[in-house]
């Protein structure tokens, strides 16, 4: 890990879990029995301050304000010692659908998407889905169909895809290899909604096909994991009595690539900067 | 909103054509007409992108073929024919992850706005029903919409792919009268196309209008064949699952095989197939392997007439 400032970009629209994701990093990390764990402490707490009061008392941390963006700095170490800080950001998720539905990029992100070396995308599969086409119907269901005007809705793998190349365009990042920089890790947040043992590349390739590909085609080795921050929906008025009891530092849990659980969710941060596989 | 005194530049919807960054350096932007009352927009700092998303335009076009020119798809046949529903169907494949295989995968897309709104009206959005892509009206003097596919081979070389979704009117004019006036956008495909589609519509072919379908494929393919010049060309027979007589058969495949005997053939359909498993209609993923392996012939060069060994001197007048 290198002593200069690591700043991650993190990539997500509204409700994939960004707040409460950063809220338990940062609980690992002064917990510190995880690959990262914060050196000394941290000079400014308050931008998580109240995510993580709501989950002291079990419950759902509020939705992030459109406008906000705050990077937090956090003084880390690695397991061999290596320190270095961490930059890790806040912001309201509409931020990112207006880039996506506007197609234009303010310049404080432009910035930004210049600047960090390694980019984590999260994704809610649950939020996704592959829309049914006339290949579920049969032909003969259509005949005499009147055609009606609809507005194009563009679809949810198209609209991701559409805003990692947006984002490739600003980083100057087109070529005809694969990439090595900036390192991409995806997150399928709110892997507790899934139900499921699958690992988190098959998951990712059954519920969003031409997304992965793209994500193969386009990285020289992305890093997919699955992210479950809270172990279970939370709700934002009524306590959870687990959460209360032992405290959010007991749950949450990544999937790493082979299909096992770790409770340690600052591995796939750890993985990015240091450019593991 | 003031538009760039250049033609090609689409500013300040798109990027300045002539590359500068900040519009107000730019000498086109600051010599073009003020619209009467109109307000200059807040010059913001945000940045736009070169493509909007929609079927590439010919100028749009200037941002995909940069570095390489991409393979040109032309789908060329008589309106009604399927074409569109063809490049929709395409898309969703793709988009389930079932046209891809260990060999290509998926590799982005610079119209996916485009893609989707020919394949819109073949999803299912609830309450609302599939149906077949809306006509495809002429438009006379534009051109064809051009939808972009990047694949990348399991070498790691990536290929670009431009499908041309165009007007069935188009062609069968273009097959009338080569120079005709409103065949514009056939022309530009004839012109530009790497590999041809050839649609024949087992539907229209079995219809009341057999005759007149029999008629304007004929004249199609006979333009085809002359204009074509060699590039690899296949004879798609679409809607499949609707038999026609064999006479019928015999006849198109006589007017197409004639004139071009290296031409390939495929049946599609957008039917599931009878087996079980994966729905992917019927002949369209070997149709899209076939178009996706065409390469351009390489080009040769004259050789050389050196008038001398030494390099320095080789051309000369002497």
Known sequence: MRAKSNSILIIGESGVGKTHYGAQVLKRLMKGDGQLRMDGAAINLQPFEAAMESLNEGMAAGHTATTTYVDSIWPIADAGGAKGELVWPDYGGEQIKSISSTRRIPSAWRVRVLSSPAWILLVRLQQTLVSDDIFSRPLSALRGASSENREVRISDQARLIELLQMLLYVRGAISSERLRTPRLCVLLSCWDELSTNECPTAALEQRLPMFANFVASTWDRPMVFGLSALERPLSPHNRDTDYVARGPEQFGYIVLPNGERSPDLTLPIQRLLVGDV | ?318
């Open chain 2, 1 to 318: 909103m003031n538009a760039c005194s250049r033609s090609n530049c689409f500013a300040p919807e798109t990027t300045c054509d002539l590359g500068f960054f900040d519009r107000s350096n730019c000498p086109s932007w600051k010599g073009r007409v003020e619209s009467p009352g109109g307000q200059d927009e807040a010059l913001s700092d945000e940045l736009v992108l070169p493509w909007s998303g929609s079927a590439l335009g010919l100028v749009d076009l200037g941002f995909v073929a940069g570095c390489k020119k991409p393979l040109v798809v032309g789908v060329a046949g008589p309106q009604n024919a399927g074409k569109t529903t063809l490049l929709a169907a395409w898309y969703l494949l793709v988009g389930r992850g079932l046209a891809c295989s260990e060999k290509r995968k998926f590799a982005g897309s610079y119209s996916f706005g485009g893609w989707e709104a020919v394949a819109g009206s073949l999803r299912w959005t609830p309450g609302l029903l599939p149906n077949f892509p809306p006509h495809t009206t002429s438009r006379e003097g534009r051109a064809p919409g051009l939808l972009h596919l990047a694949f990348r081979d399991a070498d790691a070389q990536p290929r670009s792919y431009l499908f041309a979704d165009a007007p069935g009117e188009w062609f069968q004019k273009w097959a009338l009268n080569r120079d005709a006036v409103d065949a514009e956008g056939a022309r530009w495909v004839a012109g530009q196309a790497d590999v041809f589609l050839l649609v024949a519509d087992c539907e229209a072919l079995s219809s009341a209008n057999m005759g007149s379908a029999r008629g304007s494929l004929q004249l199609l393919a006979r333009r085809l064949a002359a204009e074509r010049a060699d590039r690899p060309i296949a004879l798609v027979w679409t809607k499949s699952d609707i038999p026609i007589s064999s006479a019928m058969a015999v006849a198109v495949r006589e007017a197409v095989l004639g004139t071009m005997p290296d031409a390939a053939e495929f049946s599609v359909s957008i039917v599931p197939s009878a087996e079980g498993g994966a729905d992917k209609g019927h002949g369209l993923i070997e149709l899209l392997n076939w178009t996706l392996n065409i390469r351009r012939k390489p080009v040769s060069l004259p050789p050389v007439n050196a008038t001398s060994a030494d390099p320095l001197f080789m051309f000369g007048a002497r």
